[in-house]
């Protein structure tokens, strides 16, 4: 059984950040309370685990609904700019949270929703509503994607790099002959160690490091990590081509051959 987010797990993340008033004095409670106190978070798990299934992966869905509670107790336009700091503090921390790479948190929603309280107190709650997704592979024993990780000048200054896309061709080259009536033979001809097409998000320090052994023709010595276990391979960098649309980020896809292995 997968371990999936928990409140207690999201709480924790929570109560870590170091941040001024009103983060700072912040309580956080794992369920609604009777008598709120200000300010405060309440993390509520909003209803069970939900599965989608297919015959090679398995995707997991737990939803958090997180309440932020502000008493206004300044002039509204300090609480309000305070109140939105907190906000991005919260959302920030689940962004970057160090989670594990099979398991991925995802946003329904980036923007909080925040509604006025003008009752008995004045004050604001906002609401940020979330999906933690963790995708593993049905059998038990296929390879998640997102384990793959590429290292370049690992006996220097090491580069990692999170794959996005992963293709190899390694193995035997087959050349086919024919004799003179038709009759295919075949006859393995080359041993390829590893021919990988790698795909990554293109950022400059990546691209520096990248270009830089590319350019040299000096062999690297590198990792590759797949099923969490690391290969020391020693790599060509070859050619870069790069992609990216108006609305979204530039990703780069390398190809690198394997030339040996190091210790």
Known sequence: MVQLMTSAAVKALLDSPSSPYPYNALRTFEQEQIYPYYPSVEIIKTGSESTTVDVTKTQTDVTFTIKLMIKYTRPESVEETDTQETEDIIRNTLETADIPPTAKIFFEGKSWNRQYINEKIRGSTSVLRFTFREVTSTTGDGLVGADIILELNSQSTPQT?????????????????YDDVGQASYDPRYFVEGDFFIAYENTSSIQAVVKAIADSGIENNGRLTRFGVPTNFIFLVGNTTKSVDYSGVERATTRIVVVGTWI
Do not use: C
């Open 161 to 177: 790099i999170q794959v996005l896309n992963f293709q190899d061709s390694s193995g035997a080259t087959i050349t086919t002959h």
